[in-house]
């Protein structure tokens, strides 16, 4: 069945699924042990655990005959999504690989050998014969990627279930191991023996046929492709490889015979430096080349730069008038120097917007678009119905999110202070921001235009441009003003206001302007959000507070 059709039936099933928190636990972790069974290890050991899906899958079942028939009309269907192609993979029997002494034969696409003499080679080992006689078979560890991607096709592509087995020398699709793996039947021998065998193309492996092994179709382009699984023999006059199943070894070949790669033992090559100027960009290499390997200069040295302290300073600068004899005529700075040598330059970073929003009047009624909740009491919001505003706001960000505009942002070639703006990612989509704190390789910002904060990597942010100063935070500072919260961090009543009123259209009542705003909250139906969180026990009730101008100072 397709994915598409998965994704549909989960769709029309959900408002069914999320009522009934027992049968989702049911579902969620059977669906779990089924996506582990197609995330497992291409060549992983063998394993005795028995598949018992099915089984599972009907007792959650049975949990359901007491609940409504709409959902248990949603429970057949997943049951004959599932369950009936899960049922042959059940059945699978335990397979053992045949005595040292059978022999078959097999016509089947050979691995490809473009192999020299002398040329070093890396195999991970895949199978190897009883007894141990130097033959082994093994994958060429530098094809991983074309070889993970050809199987892990083959693990999800839509299965076409055979009933028996295919003729010899037709490549089909056989489920061991939890792993669907491409196998052949053996020739038919001259003596007209009618026993059965399996070769495991990728494996290097033959097995005894069974018909109770799940079997399926293959398409023409995986039936084509050759034998991933190369023979190797270990020369007689080299000494013994340290074989072991499934693990990689560092081998050199010898000869190519009949099919054969005849190897001998290798000592894998040291790695050169991870870094050199062969691994640099040629931006890096310019930024490194800037400073000479070798300088005179002390502040060069140690700073990677030099002062302008001595080209921007006035030398006659006299401390007591604060000119120098020159008067107006002089051009340069009349500045002191530090007395403990440091610079004065200084590189000026942006740190606010301009840009005001208009405040509402107390005793007003305005909407607001909750953005994030901070607390129970606290949260921040976009204010509704200003559309030159929204237009404008709109316009900003498709223009920063411009891939010619995205492209022309600056990185930081240090690490941003705090305080000052940037232009940060989240989701994928850039947003204005202001730096919170700074790690060694991480930055914490907040989104003044939302309200929230998060960590990102300092690939992630980008110099500020004054362009987009233009327009004021788009995140007002809001306080429910009738309640406040039980305790710090009261998860269960954050999570309510969150439900509550995240990304809803609310009627606002202005009690006070200043930062922050003090507020009563009103749903579609004009019912207090405040006074709601007060009667579920999850907030106290608060009186407004409003700050009076014309008061007098305390004390």
Known sequence: MAYGTYEQLW????????????????????????????RSQLFSAESTKRDTFVEDFEAAHDKLQSM????????????????????????????????????????????????????????????????????????????????????TTLQQMPKDFLTKAPPAGAVFAVYLDNVWHRAICNMPAAAGSDTTELYLLDMGET??????????????????????????????????????LYYSVSCSVVAVENDTLIVEHAEPSREGYA??????????????????????????????????????????????TKRCFKGSNCRLRHAPKDPDGWTLDKDTVTVSVPARMEVPQTNT??????????????????IIGNERNDKEYEQLMAEMNDPETIANFKPFKLMPSLGELV???????????TVCDVFDDMVNVFYFDYGNTATVGSSEVRRWEDRFKYLPYQAACCRIANIQRIKPCHLEAI????????????????IDNKHPWEVKLFDEDDFDIGEGLIMAKLALPRTPGKFDQNAAIPG
């Open 11 to 38: 769709d029309v099933s959900h408002e069914y699924l999320e009522k009934h928190v027992a049968f989702v636990n049911s579902l969620t972790s059977l669906m779990l042990e089924r996506a582990r069974q197609l």
């Open 68 to 151: 409504g028939k709409s959902l248990q009309i949603v429970v057949n269907d997943w049951k004959r999504l599932f369950a009936d192609q899960c049922y042959v993979l059940d059945t699978k029997p335990a397979q053992k690989p045949l005595p040292a002494d059978t022999y078959s034969s097999f016509g089947f696409i050979a691995p490809t050998l473009d192999y020299q003499a002398g040329e070093k080679v890396q195999l991970l080992v895949t199978y190897i014969p009883s007894p141990a006689d130097g033959t082994f078979y093994a994958l060429d560890d530098s094809r991983k990627d074309v070889i993970r991607n050809s199987l």
């Open 207 to 244: 097995l005894a046929y069974s018909d109770l092994l799940p079997k399926a179709k293959l398409p023409s382009d995986l039936c084509q492709l050759p034998a991933y699984a190369i023979k190797c023999q270990v020369s007689h006059t080299a000494a013994a490889l340290p074989l072991s």
């Open 275 to 320: 870094i050199s100027r062969d691994t640099l960009t040629v931006e890096e290499l310019q930024e490194m080349d800037e400073m000479p390997l070798s300088t005179s200069n002390p502040m060069k040295a140690v700073l990677g730069y030099v002062p302008k302290d001595d080209d921007r300073l006035c030398k006659h600068y006299d401390p007591e």
């Open 365 to 382: 009624y305005i909407k607001l678009l909750p953005t994030c909740v901070v607390d129970v009491d606290q949260f921040y919001a976009h």
């Open 423 to 433: 232009i940060a990612k989240y989701d994928g989509i850039w947003y204005r921001a």
């Open 495 to 510: 999570d309510q206001l969150y439900k509550s009123i995240l990304d809803k259209p609310m009627k606002a009542l202005v």
